[in-house]
């Protein structure tokens, strides 16, 4: 009834907006603007304070505090009289707010979504939260009071307030570390990496894997990192701490035991019962973590999940056009996890008398169930192999059962409300599933995977990219939002060097070269080092920052030192190369203080001290032997590895190559026979014929670079 009430509503200006997150507040009573010159410009006119409110699509209290707050008739009033409303979808505009989400971190200590920051006319912030409940509640302030009181201060005490908003945006500019300072004391050596290692390893949760307590995050980056580690090393707590994190996850509620694919996060510290929005860049991360854990350790367990997180995507999150859409929500009927739990006589009528003891044991379910309701988030406390010791059956029978049971249960959820999917295309997200699905098609031999890669990049490259070189962020419906970020530009030009790796078409590279660019141009502080997040005055932006923590996404500057290191190694540009040694020397400290949240960064400075090899196989692509010495670079976990082909039976792609990567002259097959080359700067090993002799050469330890 409520939503046949909204849809009679007039409409606020989100009406005309893109994001699926707008759109659910554009019958709102509120009077909001979308981010952007016409709302601040009133907001001066006014003299009145702006309330910013920011979350997305998926956020479970994002859409309790729209029923609660932004429909209720009063609140609006107050926010419409005293206040000039701004909604805003931070995977729209993540450069907003990573801002804010920084501001009311240094405010209250923590941050979250629902974002809600109160910020003067000029856009500086002066008090901010998260989720308010409507009214007092439990000790928690309502919305309604915080509204009337921050009125009414404004409006009393005008000249406290801009004095304390002026200190904030000080303190804000000092944490996001945009203030030009002199060279840091801190040394780009490997010395760093082990030091990242221990501190990574103190955090370390020995039972149960992952980082710290509950909540507890999959964190994608710092066990990239620990493979690295561990492949540079031999460290084999390192691995310990990758594979005890993997199981855990791939085995509890996290993951969707039915459907594949990872929810946002775990509210425990077992991983059992997690925030059950989906994420694309999460699912993106997370298959290529448990890809490398493949490539390091044969184990088919990660292959699985591998492939049915990928299956996932395709099922559900990919558009007809080829771009893979954003999120998918928490809720469903307006109840968090309603799609996903069940009770256990929901099992039993489905799997049968017979069946339902050994499928109850294998998932968990309890009568009294783990979740709320006496229903139960699915996981697997007990393999087949365990189930049928516990039972004394055959392993055989009870893999077929649970084989059977988790088909037809997958097929009766279908039959539920799903939850909604937030729709848009992002330009970023879609470079990690264009990384994941290239990397994992040329691992796994599964062309299927590697077409994916192909569509969302030609529909990246058709739609989303103009012709001066501007990459939009953000599309829906072939509508094109927001002038792209640091990570839009970093993400996608990863995602096509690694579509280069598996593919081997020059087209992929050149555009790589085309964007990054861009990115240097645009985003690169020629003074100082680093990139800032944000074009140059990109909307109304309070400051530029330069973002260096996976947060949960890799860094932006993290990902340009990776793309730009990549990039010198085909292209010889050593320009490239000293933007990224300047990026890593500014953020030194920063690793050196808080290696877990700057795992990327760490990664791209194993890349570069390592020192990275460049390895250009000649061959004709479609010879069997050709191919054999392709899957000896690509299969083993040699991460700090180019690959490139000089493909002798394709004269005019092997020119283009050629233009693109000088290293390839003068490499050609040896007796008729395809060969490998090893290179390191600007010296190739003796050429190599077979793989083995190849794998050997890539999996022993490099001479080390030990400094810049």
């Not at 979308?34 to 998926?58: C, H, M, T, V």
């Not at 509640?137 to 915080?146: D, S, T, Y």
Request: charged share 25%.
């Amino acid at each position: 009834m409520k939503n046949n009430m909204k849809d009679v509503r007039k409409a606020n200006r989100l009406i005309r907006e893109t994001s699926p997150y707008l759109l659910q507040h554009a019958h709102n009573p509120v009077d909001w603007y979308p981010w952007g010159d016409e709302a601040f410009e009133r907001a001066r006119q006014e003299n009145k304070p702006i309330f910013l409110s920011i979350g997305y699509s998926a956020c479970h209290w994002c859409h309790v505090m729209e029923r609660e707050s932004f429909e209720d008739e009063e609140i609006a009033r107050l926010l419409n009289e005293h206040f000039i409303s701004i909604k805003v979808d931070r995977e729209e505009h993540p450069e907003v707010d990573a801002i804010y989400m920084n501001a009311v971190q240094l405010v209250t200590g923590t941050g979250g979504w629902p974002l809600s920051v109160f910020l003067t006319p000029d856009g500086k912030p002066f008090f901010g939260g998260t989720y308010f409940p409507p009214r007092d509640r439990h000790g928690q302030p309502g919305f309604q009071r915080v509204l009337e009181e921050i009125a009414a201060v404004y409006a009393g005490g005008r000249d406290n307030v801009l004095k304390s908003a002026e200190q904030l945006t000080e303190a804000l500019r000092t944490f996001c570390d945009i203030e030009p300072r002199g060279r840091s004391d801190t040394e780009i050596s490997r010395d760093l990496l082990a030091l990242g290692f221990r501190q990574i390893a103190a955090s370390f949760d020995g039972d149960y894997g992952g980082f710290g307590q509950a909540p507890k995050f999959p964190q994608p980056t710092a066990l990239a990192f620990l493979l690295r580690y561990y492949a540079a090393t031999g460290e084999p707590h390192a691995l310990t701490m990758v594979e005890t994190t993997l199981e855990h996850m791939a085995r509890g509620g996290i993951y969707d035991q039915l459907g594949g694919g990872f929810h946002r996060y775990s509210t425990d510290r077992r991983w059992l019962i997690p925030h059950f929005e989906k994420m694309l860049n999460d699912n993106a991360l997370l298959a290529s973590a448990y890809l490398d854990a493949y490539r390091v350790t044969g184990k088919t367990f990660y292959d699985r999940i591998v492939r049915e997180t990928l299956d996932y995507v395709l099922r559900e999150m990919t558009d007809a056009q080829g771009g893979f859409y954003s999120a998918q929500d928490a809720d469903s009927r307006g109840i968090e996890g309603e799609y996903y739990v069940w009770t256990a006589e929901e099992i039993r009528a489905v799997v049968g008398a017979k069946s339902a003891d050994v499928v109850m044991r294998h998932f968990g379910v309890e009568p009294l169930g783990n979740f709320e309701g006496a229903r139960s988030v699915l996981s697997i406390p007990a393999t087949a192999d365990e189930v049928a010791k516990q039972l004394q059956l055959d392993v055989a029978e009870v893999e077929a059962a649970i084989r059977e049971a988790r088909q037809a249960l997958f097929e009766l959820r279908r039959e539920r409300v799903a939850p909604a999917t937030d729709d848009k295309i992002l330009a970023a997200w879609n470079g990690l599933v264009i990384s994941a699905m290239a990397r994992a098609g040329a691992v796994l031999s599964e062309v299927r995977y590697l077409d994916a890669a192909r569509r969302s990049a030609d529909f990246l490259l058709a739609h989303m990219l103009r012709d001066d070189g501007d990459l939009w962020r953000s599309s829906r419906q072939r509508q094109c939002h927001t002038k792209g970020c640091l990570p839009d530009y970093a993400f996608v030009i990863g995602g096509l060097l690694d579509l280069y790796e598996a593919s081997f078409e020059s087209r992929w590279l050149e555009e790589a070269i085309g964007l990054a660019e861009t990115m240097v141009e645009r985003f690169f502080d020629e003074r100082n080092g680093g990139f800032f997040f944000s074009e140059d005055g990109q909307g109304p932006l309070l400051i530029r920052m330069k973002d260096s923590y996976d947060n949960p996404d890799p860094s932006g500057n993290a990902m340009a030192v990776f793309d730009l290191l990549r990039l010198a190694e085909l292209t010889e540009r050593e320009s490239w190369r000293e933007n990224a040694l300047a990026t890593l020397r500014l953020f030194a400290p920063t690793m050196a203080k808080t290696p877990v949240a700057t795992a990327q960064m760490l990664s791209a400075l194993d890349f570069h001290t390592a020192p990275p090899r460049l390895v250009v196989i000649a061959g004709t692509r479609n010879d069997p032997a050709t191919r054999a010495l392709i899957d000896g670079a690509r299969c083993p976990f040699a991460p700090n590895t180019v690959l490139v082909l000089a493909d002798m039976a394709s004269g005019g792609a092997l020119e283009q190559t050629l233009r693109l990567v000088p290293a390839l002259e003068g490499k050609r097959e040896i007796g008729g026979q395809p060969t490998a080359y090893v290179c390191q700067g600007r010296t190739c090993g003796l050429p190599i014929t077979h793989p083995d002799d190849l794998v050997t050469q890539l999996t022993a330890p490099p001479p080390r670079r030990s400094s810049p």
